[in-house]
């Protein structure tokens, strides 16, 4: 291999590399000043929405625990449920994909695979939600749309809960006795794969948040509570 007594007398094709190699970690650091200044300013307005979104559903969820209408609850209780999972997501996000510091990137990172892992809607759902529904005067074609929403949802859940799983049971939902192992794990994490496992989420939930809103205002309209009340007396 040849020896130069400076890189200026190398070729052009080794001065390149020897530069890219140099100067890689000060280019990943502006890098990522740049993406976090990009991404701060695109994702601003969205969390302004998430929070007042948020700030709104608490007060309503409130006002329709104090009604009579079981059905309109246990909607709202989904959508919360929901809202409070994708706002814990938005929260770390650009940390995750961005930060300086190495490990409060993996730390936002870890966050989100945790979140995704337990966003199990079920949890927050009613076994008897679809007679809730028809109780409320429902179209059956939204009532389909938005179980068939809950099983794409839960399907999209059960296969990043598989893929995640290992990672969420020994570096962040629980502690590997192996702290080389755990480490190891830490510093190994793909931000790559774990954001194509929550776009792939994303999508799923997408189809749940354009019917859940026909369905709310169905269920929550003055005909709709008349009909709960109605038919609820009836049984």
């Known amino acids: ?12 094709s080794v001065r390149t590399r020897y530069f890219q190699i140099k100067y890689s970690k000060y280019f990943m650091s502006v890098t990522r000043f740049y993406s976090r200044v990009s991404l701060s300013i695109k994702e601003r307005k969205k969390n302004r929405v998430l929070t007042d ?13 104090n009604s009579e209408n079981e059905c309109v609850q246990i909607l709202m209780n989904l959508g919360l449920f929901f809202l409070i999972a994708e706002k814990d997501i938005q929260t770390v996000k650009i940390d995750a994909l961005t930060h300086h ?16 892992y337990e966003w199990d809607m079920s949890k927050a759902n009613s076994k008897n939600l679809k007679e809730l529904l028809i109780q ?14 809950l099983k794409l949802l839960r399907k999209s859940r059960e296969k990043a809960a598989k893929q995640l799983r290992f990672e969420r049971n020994n570096i962040i939902a629980h502690r590997n006795s192996d702290a ?11 931000a790559k794969v774990v954001f194509n496992i929550v776009t792939d989420f994303y999508e ?13 205002l ?4 003055i005909e709709g509570l008349f009909s709960y009340l109605l038919k609820s007396k009836e049984t």
């Not at 510091?101 to 995704?116: A, G, N, P, V, Y």
């Open 1 to 12: 291999m040849p020896k130069y007594e400076s890189i200026a007398e190398a070729p052009l």
């Open 53 to 65: 979104t948020l700030k709104t559903f608490k007060k309503e969820i409130v006002r329709a625990r």
């Open 101 to 116: 510091d190495e490990w409060k990137r993996l730390l936002s990172l870890r966050i989100i695979l945790l979140t995704i």
């Open 136 to 149: 409320s005067s429902v179209e059956e074609k939204l009532q389909k749309e938005l179980f068939n929403s």
């Open 180 to 190: 080389l192992l755990q480490l190891n794990t830490i510093q190994y994490l793909n």
């Open 204 to 216: 799923s939930s997408g189809v749940f948040m354009q019917v859940f809103p026909k369905i709310l």
């Open 218 to 221: 169905q269920a929550g309209s």
